[in-house]
């Protein structure tokens, strides 16, 4: 089965959800973040230093994490979503003051209470 790549009205959705989650993460507003994570334990994230299943640890994890030093430019975006449902991120950013570049990917869902991510990773080159 073939899923259109990038429906207009779609990408526009996936678009504003990921601009709100990167406002939250450089803010660090953690209620945000927490919203915009699929409340499940089937949830996973992959950070630099931590490797986070289900979503109450990945919750824990923003609870306890400094709010200094968020700060960051993106280098590139893409997003591609398939068909109405199902999208992903991935991101180069370096973090403000740092000569490093970081890599960012998320899988995002639409689910009943609106777009989620299902999986992160982050990791540094």
């Known amino acids: 089965m073939d899923y259109p790549i990038n429906l207009p009205e779609v990408l526009a959705e996936v678009q504003a959800v990921f601009n709100r989650y990167e406002d939250a993460l450089v ?14 334990p089937h ?7 931590e490797n986070l299943y289900g979503f109450d ?6 609870a306890g ?9 993106l280098l590139k975006t ?3 979503t398939y068909g109405q449902d199902f999208a992903t991120a991935n991101v180069e950013f370096r ?4 000569a490093t570049t970081g890599r960012q990917s998320q899988t995002w869902l639409r689910t ?3 777009w ?3 999986a992160a990773h982050v990791s540094l080159l």
């Open 95 to 98: 973090r403000e003051g740092s």
């Open 57 to 62: 640890a990945i919750q824990a994890f923003r």
């Open 43 to 49: 949830t996973l994230r992959y950070g630099a230093t």
């Open 112 to 114: 009943v209470q609106g």
């Open 65 to 73: 994490r400094p709010a200094q030093g968020l700060q960051r430019q």
């Open 27 to 40: 803010h660090n507003r953690v209620e945000v973040l927490d919203e915009l994570f699929w409340n499940s």
């Open 78 to 80: 893409v997003l591609t």
């Open 116 to 118: 989620r991510v299902v």
